[in-house]
C-alpha cells in the first residue's frame, strides 16, 4: 500500500541553521513527490515538486528512489520558513494524492 | 484569478445533526477533491470529484458524500453527525483528476460537533 511517513512532528532551529525535514514512501512504482506548506493562517499551498527539480525560497528536494526517500533541505533557514510542512505521494495504484502527518517547523531568533 | 473559496469558514452543530459544505474551485480546474485535517490524523483524503462523477473515495463512512455540480462547484454533506466528525475540511481544486497534479485548496471550513 502506499504510504507517506514524516518521522519528526516537531523540528525546532535556530536562524541561520540547515534545516532538513525528513519524508519517506512506499510504492513501488514511479511516484509523483510534492511539498507543501502551511503558514500560520493561510492556506495549505504547494511548495515544490520533484519533477520540477526547482529551488523555491531556498527549499530543495530530490527524489532518492534507492532510499524512498524525498527530504526537504534548506542550508540556512529564516523565521519566516516557520510552518507545517506536508510531504504528498500520489497519484501511484490509487488515483490519488496521500499526504503524511506532517513536520512542524520551528525557527528561533 | 481567484483562489478556491469554501463556505462557511466556521460550523457548529449538535451530535445527530447534517451539515452541507460548499466549495467553488479556481475558474477552469474541473476536478475538487476533499480532505478531512485533523492535528492527530493530519490530512485524510475524503473523495475527489470531475465532471460531476465521484472519481475516487477514502476511507469514510456512508455519511460522508459529496457531489460537483455543471459548473464544476462541489458540496460535501456529513449526516449524523458525531464527535469525532470535528475537523477542518479542506478542499482543492485542479486541472487533472487522479492525484498527479498539483492541488490548489481553499481555507477550509472548521467543524465543531458537540
Known amino acids: 500500500a502506499q504510504r507517506v511517513t514524516q518521522p519528526e512532528k516537531l523540528l525546532s532551529v535556530f536562524k541561520g541553521a540547515p534545516v532538513e525535514l525528513k519524508c519517506n514512501y512506499s510504492?513501488?512504482?514511479?511516484?509523483?513527490l510534492f511539498w507543501y506548506v502551511q503558514y500560520s493562517r493561510q492556506r495549505l499551498q504547494l511548495l515544490l515538486r520533484?519533477?520540477s527539480r526547482e529551488s523555491i525560497k531556498g527549499f530543495t528536494a530530490d527524489l532518492n528512489k534507492g532510499e524512498t526517500s524525498f527530504h526537504l533541505k534548506k542550508p540556512f533557514a529564516q523565521e519566516e520558513d516557520s510552518a507545517m510542512y506536508y510531504c504528498?505521494?500520489?497519484?501511484?495504484?490509487?488515483?490519488?494524492?496521500?499526504f503524511g502527518t506532517g513536520t512542524r517547523l520551528q525557527v528561533f531568533p | 484569478k481567484a483562489g478556491v473559496t469554501q463556505t462557511p469558514r466556521y460550523l457548529i452543530k449538535t451530535r445527530g445533526q447534517q451539515v452541507t459544505l460548499s466549495c467553488s474551485p479556481i475558474s477552469g480546474h474541473r476536478s475538487v477533491s476533499w480532505y478531512q485535517q485533523t492535528p492527530g490524523q493530519g490530512l485524510q483524503f475524503l473523495f475527489e470529484?470531475?465532471?460531476?462523477?465521484?472519481?475516487n473515495k477514502g476511507n469514510f463512512p456512508g455519511r460522508f458524500s459529496g457531489r460537483q455540480f455543471s459548473n464544476s462547484r462541489s458540496e460535501m454533506n456529513v449526516s449524523t453527525l458525531e464527535l469525532g466528525d470535528s475537523a477542518l475540511y479542506l478542499c482543492?481544486?485542479?486541472?487533472?483528476?487522479?492525484?498527479?497534479?498539483?492541488?490548489?485548496f481553499g481555507n477550509g471550513t472548521r467543524l465543531t460537533v458537540t
Open positions: 482543492a481544486s485542479s486541472t487533472r483528476t487522479g492525484g498527479g497534479s498539483p492541488l490548489h
Open positions: 510504492y513501488s512504482g514511479s511516484p509523483e
Open positions: 470529484y470531475f465532471s460531476e462523477t465521484q472519481r
Open positions: 504528498a505521494l500520489g497519484p501511484g495504484d490509487t488515483d490519488k494524492l496521500i
Open positions: 520533484h519533477i
